[in-house]
């Protein structure tokens, strides 16, 4: 019983390592120049550029 719960243990923490690594990984925040965005019933319109 020990076994499966130090196993159960390593591998929530594997897990939660893995995600803060990938988390890390990506950047923080960017600037996206202006661009068009679809809306939802079809129609183009202008979006200023903004931080991502």
């Known amino acids: 019983m020990k076994t499966i719960v130090n196993a159960l243990l390593l591998l929530v923490m594997a897990v939660n390592f893995s995600a803060c690594v990938v988390s890390a990984r990506a950047p923080r925040a960017h600037w ?16 200023k550029g903004h931080y991502r």
């Open 32 to 47: 996206v120049p202006g661009h068009y965005n679809v809306g939802p019933h079809g129609g183009r319109y202008w979006v």
